[in-house]
């Protein structure tokens, strides 16, 4: 069902509950997401983004009872991963000769996606598409995520439609960041800004930053998933340029996975070493095969300090770390201290393996690790809580 | 002559081959690029790329 915004602007997106998990598995969405289409209308009429693939028919059946397609003049495209772009070999279908507004990259990724020759119109940063009494102005956004990524800003009603940037994987029907819990949007921010966009932080950095330097009056940011930022939007902005510039808090994030519970009970003195040294720090343990991949690595993000354990298997290290290393690999924390530690039974590779791994992550290695043979006594679980203790 | 390399994506510009799509021609230094010039394959700004210790 369509939803007002403003006097000209209508979201015609989709809000899907079920959404369990995003980019294959790649990414969980514990509250489903949306995929936020906006309608302008103005003296010209202006359609920004579609929603995913398979809900195309549904996008455009509901488009239709908004509004008489053939009355659309633009066709504005953010971002065109499947995503936002899924819908539109449904909607060309019954209105081929609309032009497509996209950045260079963006007519490559469609083309290279649905292999049609629309018409598009390629925009760079500060093009302008007047609308009547409002104008469209684009903003080029490369690498936030991908290289296509453009946001338009909307004179007159003053809104930055940012695409995936602020955006959340976050189900609700309320529309806006004022009608829902906040902590459960900010958490969505936080996880969605670790796991798609920390590559990119300082392509977000330098962004923002211009963005905000442009001074636009700002009423509303409308992103392509989850909530519009409607009250104080600036507040998604801010907390953007703490997430962009090493963000850390003042935690410990211990992850280890464990077969016979030797590795857990290194990392719970390990923590409680921690703990006693410097009370005022977070101490997080997160088993890496039981607890989702995401959420630890957004732990990861709030860290000061990461620890990764694993006992040796096969002369290596369990696949839930691997895994978690690749991941964190790609997402490119910066400023982060890390060390290893696990069991082990005669070769004992996995803390070193783990270690050379941090490092090639970009982590800066503390000390060498902590390994311990078969199941830790007293003194050997007092070695971890010095371990620990000495790290803070 | 220094090759470089994007911070973003890891697209390397080798001056020895340039990049002719966007009329850098082959033997380019890196520094006598235009400063408009971007990623070839991201989008991102010349000020976006290290160079390459070999
Ligand atoms: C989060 C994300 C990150 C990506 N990173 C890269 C990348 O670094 N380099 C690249 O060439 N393509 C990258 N891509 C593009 C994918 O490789 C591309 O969409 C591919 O066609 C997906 O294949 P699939 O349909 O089998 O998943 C990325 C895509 C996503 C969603
Ligand atoms: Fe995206
Ligand atoms: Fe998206
Ligand atoms: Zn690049």
Request: proline share 4%; with cysteine.
């Amino acid at each position: 069902m369509a939803k007002k915004i403003t006097d000209r602007v209508t979201w015609v997106g989709k809000i899907d509950w079920e959404l369990k998990s995003f980019h294959g598995d790649e990414l969980s969405t514990d509250r489903g997401s949306s995929y936020n289409s906006y309608l302008i209308r103005d003296e010209k009429v202006a359609l920004i983004d579609t929603v995913w693939l398979p809900y195309d028919r549904e996008f455009v059946a509901r488009l239709k009872e908004e509004i008489n397609l053939n009355q659309i003049d633009y066709i504005i495209m953010n971002h065109n991963e499947v995503d936002h772009s899924g819908a539109l070999v449904e909607l060309m279908r019954e209105i081929p000769g609309t032009p497509i507004y996209c950045t260079a990259k963006g007519e490559a990724i469609i083309r290279g996606h649905y292999h049609q020759d629309w018409n598009f119109v390629r925009v760079k940063t500060g093009d302008t598409l007047p609308l009547g009494e409002t104008t469209l102005t684009f903003i080029e956004a490369p690498m936030l995520h991908w290289p296509d990524t453009m946001f338009t800003y909307m004179s007159g009603d003053n809104i930055l439609f940012s695409n995936d940037g602020f955006g959340q994987h976050y189900a609700t029907e309320s529309l806006y960041n004022d009608r829902v819990c906040m902590a459960e949007v900010m958490q969505e921010a936080l996880k969605y800004y670790v796991n798609i966009l920390n590559p990119f932080s300082p392509m977000v950095m330098r962004k923002v930053k211009e963005v905000v330097a442009m001074n636009l009056p700002l009423n509303l940011i409308c992103p392509s998933h989850g909530v519009i930022w409607r009250e104080t939007p600036t507040q998604i902005i801010e907390k953007y340029l703490q997430w962009a510039d090493a963000y850390q808090e003042d935690q410990v994030t211990i992850v280890y996975d464990t077969m016979w519970q030797s590795t857990r009970k290194m990392a719970q003195a390990i923590g409680e070493g921690i703990q006693k040294a410097s009370p005022s720090t977070t101490v997080k343990l997160m088993n890496a095969a039981v607890d989702d991949k995401n959420d630890i690595l957004t732990e990861m993000f709030r860290a000061k300090i990461v620890l990764m354990g694993s006992p040796t298997i096969n002369n290596g290290y369990s696949y839930a770390i691997a895994g978690l290393l690749e991941m964190a690999r790609g997402l490119k924390f910066k400023k982060k201290r890390a060390a290893a530690f696990g069991s082990y039974g005669w070769s004992g590779e996995a803390t070193k393996m783990i270690t050379e791994h941090l490092q090639q992550a970009g982590f800066e290695i503390v000390n060498e690790g902590i390994r311990q043979s078969w199941v830790p006594d007293t003194d050997m679980l007092q070695a971890c809580r010095q371990w620990g203790a000495e790290l803070v | 002559m220094k090759k470089y390399k994007c911070d973003i994506c890891g697209y390397v510009y080798d001056p020895a081959v340039g990049d002719p799509d966007s009329g850098i021609a082959a033997g380019t230094a890196f520094e006598d690029i235009p400063n408009d010039w971007v990623c070839p394959l991201c989008g991102v700004e010349k000020s976006d790329f290290s160079p390459v210790d070999e």
